[in-house]
């Protein structure tokens, strides 16, 4: 009883807690048949909170104007700071929705959670024209946001009429959005290097000799040569901030350690892709002589040390056709490099 059937779509739809699942009809009724217990409590289960999403709930007001309203099939998705959800179609069931002057109601789940609302984009399928003068949109992670139609755009497939898709945003600094390389570049990158953290890491042992010269009356030694890579990764980590198309590459100035304190290395700039490390390899090798002294042991190891440092850091982005739009992003930028080749010596 919990599921109903929709005639027109053949999914059944069930609402829990400000969720909405879809199961197929044949998928369930096949479960019903053949009595597969199983089967039916893994679709139930479908049915619990705690899956990723949110729900949005929006009143979509239409103009008060002649013709303004439509019986076209009318669909919306909504963009955020994290995302874009898929197609909704706006369609009331037994109500009359998009009459002239008036405002609908709609409530739906969807399984991408867009964080802080900006934008929506409406889609037709008809010739019918629609004229939205507002929409006022809520998630369960986003308060109210009211998005006027501006520009007084109608929607129609009739190019005569309108056109068959608009994105309306809060305000025109989100209509470009996400940051993508045609549209925005980097002004500038601000490292907070108070929080910097910094740590060393175990280091890399590439030979390690022992020699014993605990019974003997003269020293002991020997020579050995050591060759491994020494590795530098970087990665600046997007954590906040707005949506950032994963084609974007920046370039930065990366944090070194001198002295134990994180400084920008003004010597160095390179390409950045955020959360793909940027790697760098060098190849390092040398001859070590170990030596005993009479009546001691040590050991030689060739190793390189590891050291890690972490800075938060904030960018600001700024639009090439309109120079006042700014958005930002932020994160953490972190280093892990490997010092050069060297020999510890230890007593035993």
Same mark, same amino acid.
């Given at each position: 009883?919990?599921?109903?059937?929709?005639?027109?779509?053949?999914?059944?739809?069930?609402?829990?807690?400000?969720?909405?699942?879809?199961?197929?009809?044949?998928?369930?009724?096949?479960?019903?048949?053949?009595?597969?217990?199983?089967?039916?409590?893994?679709?139930?289960?479908?049915?619990?909170?705690?899956?990723?999403?949110?729900?949005?709930?929006?009143?979509?007001? &239409?103009? +008060?104007? /002649?013709?303004?309203?439509? !019986?076209? *099939?009318?669909?919306?998705?909504?963009? @955020?700071? #994290?995302?874009? %959800?898929?197609?909704?179609?706006?369609?009331?069931?037994?109500?009359?929705?998009?009459?002239?002057?008036?405002?609908?109601?709609?409530?739906?789940?969807?399984?991408?959670?867009?964080?802080?609302?900006?934008?929506?984009?409406?889609?037709?399928?008809?010739?019918?024209?629609?004229?939205?003068?507002?929409?006022?949109?809520?998630?369960?992670?986003?308060?109210?946001?009211?998005?006027?139609?501006?520009?007084?755009?109608?929607?129609?497939?009739?190019?005569?009429?309108?056109?068959?898709?608009?994105?309306?945003?809060?305000?025109?600094?989100?209509?470009?959005?996400?940051?993508?390389?045609?549209?925005?570049?980097?002004?500038?990158?601000?490292?907070?290097?108070?929080?910097?953290?910094?740590?060393?890491?175990?280091?890399?042992?590439?030979?390690?000799? &022992?020699? +014993?010269? /605990?019974?003997?009356?003269? !020293?002991? *030694?020997?020579?050995?040569?050591?060759? @491994?890579? #020494?590795?530098? %990764?970087?990665?600046?980590?997007?954590?906040?901030?707005?949506?950032?198309?994963?084609?974007?590459?920046?370039?930065?100035?990366?944090?070194?350690?001198?002295?134990?304190?994180?400084?920008?290395?003004?010597?160095?700039?390179?390409?950045?892709?955020?959360?793909?490390?940027?790697?760098?390899?060098?190849?390092?090798?040398?001859?070590?002589?170990?030596?005993?002294?009479?009546?001691?042991?040590?050991?030689?190891?060739?190793?390189?040390?590891?050291?890690?440092?972490?800075?938060?850091?904030?960018?600001?982005?700024?639009?090439?056709?309109?120079?006042?739009?700014?958005?930002?992003?932020?994160?953490?930028?972190?280093?892990?490099?490997?010092?050069?080749?060297?020999?510890?010596?230890?007593?035993?």
């Amino acid at each position: 009883r919990a599921l109903h059937l929709l005639t027109r779509k053949q999914w059944y739809q069930r609402r829990v807690r400000g969720a909405q699942f879809l199961v197929t009809s044949e998928v369930f009724t096949s479960c019903v048949m053949k009595k597969m217990k199983l089967c039916c409590l893994f679709l139930l289960a479908l049915l619990t909170p705690g899956w990723a999403g949110a729900r949005y709930y929006m009143y979509a007001t &239409t103009w +008060d104007r /002649t013709h303004a309203g439509t !019986d076209s *099939e009318i669909y919306i998705k909504i963009h @955020g700071m #994290k995302g874009t %959800t898929s197609w909704y179609e706006m369609d009331l069931s037994g109500v009359d929705d998009f009459t002239r002057g008036d405002t609908d109601y709609y409530s739906f789940y969807r399984s991408e959670d867009v964080g802080d609302i900006m934008c929506a984009t409406l889609h037709t399928h008809g010739s019918d024209a629609l004229l939205v003068y507002k929409l006022q949109i809520r998630s369960t992670t986003s308060g109210w946001k009211t998005i006027y139609n501006k520009k007084g755009q109608w929607l129609s497939r009739d190019s005569d009429e309108g056109i068959t898709e608009d994105k309306r945003c809060l305000n025109d600094c989100a209509l470009e959005l996400p940051i993508q390389p045609s549209s925005w570049r980097l002004a500038r990158t601000d490292f907070d290097l108070s929080s910097a953290k910094i740590e060393a890491l175990s280091p890399t042992v590439l030979d390690s000799h &022992t020699m +014993d010269a /605990t019974s003997s009356p003269q !020293d002991i *030694e020997t020579e050995y040569y050591a060759s @491994g890579t #020494k590795y530098d %990764t970087m990665t600046f980590s997007k954590t906040g901030g707005v949506l950032v198309t994963s084609s974007v590459t920046f370039g930065a100035h990366p944090i070194k350690t001198v002295n134990s304190t994180a400084v920008i290395d003004d010597s160095n700039s390179f390409q950045f892709q955020y959360s793909v490390p940027f790697k760098r390899a060098e190849a390092q090798g040398s001859w070590f002589g170990c030596r005993a002294p009479a009546g001691k042991k040590v050991q030689c190891s060739a190793v390189m040390e590891r050291s890690q440092v972490t800075v938060p850091y904030t960018q600001t982005w700024q639009s090439k056709s309109k120079g006042s739009c700014t958005w930002v992003v932020a994160g953490s930028f972190t280093r892990v490099q490997d010092s050069k080749l060297e020999q510890q010596i230890e007593e035993l």
